[in-house]
């Protein structure tokens, strides 16, 4: 698969290749290769920020190559209506929101004496959840396990199981 893929972006780079210009822009295809998006039997705190780490990347992404060329097009008279992507700063707010995201509302239980994975997992559905104020289109609860909710990233749904979320979220740094 390697060499195959390499042989494909060499063809590719070629045939971008303008031989009829004077002009010395050159043009060519790349691929980033970044953090794969992670979906196990079993995921956990780890997963989601893996996969938090990825819907800051697409989100990148979207801003600079959809938003700011299209405005971009838009200036120039360009028509932009063909041009159509699924923004997903939703998700993005979904997991970092402050007050009312995934990680802040774990920072929060983290504090209190008396709170626990489960505890955890209501408070993400008492807040999330559909008709709820803060309800986010991607975020389920699941009904029948209430240690699990599930993200619909950009990539996918992913169901992460809560237990040991507060442990791990307050795993410390070695001072050393």
């Known amino acids: ?35 794969g998006f992670e979906v196990f ?14 819907e800051k990347l697409q989100y990148h992404f979207n801003e600079v190559i959809f938003t700011n060329e299209k405005l971009m097009y838009e200036e120039e008279c360009i028509p932009t209506e ?8 939703e998700c993005v707010a979904l ?8 990680l802040s509302l ?8 008396s709170a626990s994975d489960l505890s955890y997992a209501a408070l993400l559905e008492k807040t999330f959840g559909t008709g709820k104020p803060q309800s ?4 389920v609860k699941n009904k029948v396990r209430p240690e699990s ?7 996918g749904a992913v169901e992460y199981n809560v ?8 795993d410390s740094l070695s001072v050393t």
């Open 149 to 155: 909710f599930s993200v619909r990233h950009f990539a």
């Open 1 to 35: 698969y390697s060499n195959l893929f390499d042989w494909l972006i060499v063809q590719v780079n070629v045939a971008l290749a303008n031989k009829s210009s004077s002009s010395s822009t050159n043009y060519f295809i790349g691929i980033l290769d970044i953090f």
């Open 163 to 170: 237990s040991n979320f507060l442990e791990k979220n307050k």
């Open 106 to 113: 774990l920072d929060e239980q983290c504090s209190l004496a």
């Open 82 to 89: 063909a041009i159509v992507f699924e923004d997903n700063a």
């Open 136 to 139: 986010n289109r991607y975020f």
């Open 95 to 102: 997991i970092e929101g402050k007050p009312y995201g995934l």
């Open 41 to 54: 039997e079993l995921n956990s705190f780890e997963q989601l920020c893996i996969n938090y780490a990825n």
